[in-house]
Nanobody, 126 residues
Framework: QVQLVESGGGLVQAGDSLRLSCAASGRTANIYAMGWFRQAPGKEREVVAGIIWHGARTYYEDSVKGRFTVSRDNAKNTLYLQMNNLKPDDTAVYYC???????????????????WGQGTQVTVSS
């Protein structure tokens, strides 16, 4: 089992920055990849970014490329999402997820992830 707890969400204005954190505990040695997803009201949950836990490979959804950066601190078992130049369209509940099965690349689909956090709200006002 892997437990995930997100933090760092909040209410900001367009153009501001936020850094989300996701603390992992439990059987973290089994983690292959971690991802950030978001779900806006009335929309499906979508992938935002992902990273291989013991590698350098990352993935970014097109709308966040150049603005968001995913990183991790393996020693602290913590995943981060630095979000710069936030836009109102970034408003959503942000979830982190962990995958323990090896895929060969960064998993992008919800069903590929085994463990999920409870989510943290990010609201960007115009």
């Amino acid at each position: 089992q892997v437990q995930l707890v997100e933090s760092g969400g909040g209410l900001v204005q367009a153009g501001d920055s936020l850094r989300l954190s996701c603390a992992a505990s439990g059987r973290t040695a089994n983690i292959y990849a971690m991802g950030w997803f978001r779900q806006a009201p009335g929309k499906e949950r979508e992938v935002v970014a992902g990273i291989i836990w013991h590698g350098a490979r990352t993935y970014y959804e097109d709308s966040v490329k150049g603005r968001f950066t995913v990183s991790r601190d393996n020693a602290k078992n913590t995943l981060y999402l630095q979000m710069n130049n936030l836009k109102p369209d970034d408003t959503a509940v942000y979830y982190c997820a962990a995958e323990i099965n090896v895929h060969g690349t960064v998993p992008l689909q919800l069903y590929e992830y085994d463990y999920w956090g409870q989510g943290t709200q990010v609201t960007v006002s115009s």
